[in-house]
């Protein structure tokens, strides 16, 4: 199965939010990703708006060629703007107001009355719905049963090297793979980790961050696309 990389411009709009205004420009980040290689593009519209704003994303939606991945808490509001635009993919993340970033994956079994009709409603609309979950059996078995079509595997513990982790992720991964899902996996990969995720067979796309648009301020945004496709391909080769 081949791997492919989603490019997360949220911290572009980060920076340029910093002083208002419109510069640097997360559309311009996006198309720029995409020329250097990105598969597609992941955004993520918060309740806040603490960084990708509504209009970013329509701009997205109107002039990307690439699929647009749009990262959204399962509130009235988020559906309504997600079923207007239409984006390839939404992908459902728990969503705090005090969080820094999303810290852990939704509790997909203890909130089946809230998702299903989510689910049902942007997958009505010919959008995949993507739940981000943690490795863990309990939160695969019913992202299956919700009706979403891809989990999203919170690679958070594993960034933070914490004992087990990469075990617990090549056994979500098998049994999303098994129930039918497509499998996808993000949160604090880096050139330094990602070679072991990547090389799990079951995964077929990686979305990447806040680390690219970090290490991009030294080596710039194509270059560092680049060599996280070249280590992805690397250790998916390898594992053949």
Not at 102 to 107: F, N, P, S, V, Y
Not at 136 to 142: L, Y
Not at 200 to 207: K, M, R, T
């Amino acid at each position: 199965m081949s791997l492919r990389l989603g490019v997360n411009i949220d911290h572009v709009a980060t920076v340029r939010n910093a002083r208002g205004g419109i510069h640097p420009d997360p559309v311009e980040a996006a198309l720029l990703a995409v020329k250097a290689g990105a598969d597609g593009i992941t955004a993520h519209l918060r309740e806040d708006r603490r960084h990708i704003r509504d209009e970013d994303i329509k701009r997205l939606r109107a002039v990307l060629r690439a699929p647009l991945n749009m990262e959204m808490a399962a509130t009235e509001e988020m559906v309504d703007i997600a079923c207007d635009l239409k984006p390839h993919a939404c992908c459902i993340v728990p969503e705090r107001r005090e969080e820094v970033t999303t810290e852990g994956g939704l509790d997909v079994a203890g909130q089946n009355a809230l998702l299903v009709p989510v689910i049902r409603r942007l997958s009505d609309r010919g959008i995949r719905v993507s739940l981000f979950v943690d490795p863990d059996p309990k939160q695969i078995a019913a992202s299956a049963a919700v009706g979403a079509a891809v989990v999203e595997l919170h690679t958070g513990a594993y960034a933070h090297g914490e004992d087990g982790e990469l075990e617990r992720l090549r056994t979500a991964a098998a049994q999303a793979a098994g129930l039918g899902l497509e499998v996808h996996a993000g949160h604090g990969l880096s050139f330094g980790n990602v070679a072991p995720v990547a090389a799990i067979s079951q995964i077929s796309e990686l979305n990447i961050g806040h680390f690219l648009i970090g290490q991009a301020i030294f080596d710039g945004l194509p270059s560092v696309v680049q060599e996280m496709k070249r280590l992805m391909g690397a250790a998916r080769g390898a594992a053949l």
